[in-house]
């Protein structure tokens, strides 16, 4: 079952990652499930059929229970879907803070809370691996021993810990601010950045071989 404060704050970052639900071959990505969630999550289970949530809750609801600092310019695409999808049904009241004002508010239909039910039903093991984005637990593990910062024993680890790691929390900040559909765009710059990485791995290779040359000398 899916719970509150489950994803770790390094794998935030790769939302487009698709979840398999259990019947047939549905999907839905876990930055939309985590949407859908945030709003049932948000209304009180005793005013399911009035209750209405904003934007503002919702990306606050995401960010202090599911770690992800989500932009405006990436929810509400996924909240004009799931309207369109008929998830939620979009409407417009006066504001909580001034009755003078108009603004929007969501509510979940029937149809969404069905489809937070599917999402629940997953067992442990499937939606962990979802959450973490696909990462198998090698990587995982590297990733958290990135963002929690290596030992600085000596010159290689004080020097390189603090790059990788502000590398990650740019990385992290970048994709958090972009809408869904421009994702893929950053993974292949991504890509890139793997590329170089490989780039200096040769290198110090390199530097390897020549301690090697020395001490034979």
Not at 13 to 29: A, D
Not at 99 to 120: A, C, D, W
Not at 141 to 163: M, R, T, V
Not at 191 to 208: F, I, T
């Amino acid at each position: 079952m899916l719970c509150k404060n489950c994803i770790p704050k390094e794998f935030t970052t790769m939302f487009s990652k698709k979840i398999r639900l259990t019947k047939g071959s549905k999907q839905i990505s876990v930055a939309t499930a985590l949407v859908l969630m945030a709003i049932e999550e948000l209304i009180p289970e005793d005013t399911k059929d009035k209750g209405v949530v904003y934007g503002y809750q919702i990306m606050s609801h995401l960010k202090d229970n599911y770690n992800w600092n989500v932009k405006s310019g990436t929810v509400y695409p996924i909240l004009k879907k799931l309207n369109r999808e008929m998830y939620i049904v979009k409407g417009v009241g006066p504001d909580v803070d001034s009755s003078k004002r108009q603004t929007i508010f969501y509510k979940i239909t029937k149809k969404g809370e069905k489809m937070v039910n599917e999402i629940r039903s997953l067992n442990d093991d499937a939606l962990e691996s979802a959450l973490n984005s696909g990462y198998p637990p090698s990587k995982a593990s590297a990733l958290k021993y990135i963002e929690n910062g290596f030992p600085a024993k000596n010159i290689a680890d004080g020097y390189l810990g603090p790059i990788l790691r502000d590398f990650c929390v740019k990385i992290a900040e970048l994709i958090s601010k972009q809408p869904v559909e421009k994702l893929g765009e950053i993974e292949g710059e991504i890509q890139r950045s793997m590329e170089k990485l490989d780039s200096v791995k040769d290198l110090l290779k390199g530097e390897l071989d020549k301690i090697t040359t020395l001490q034979r000398l």
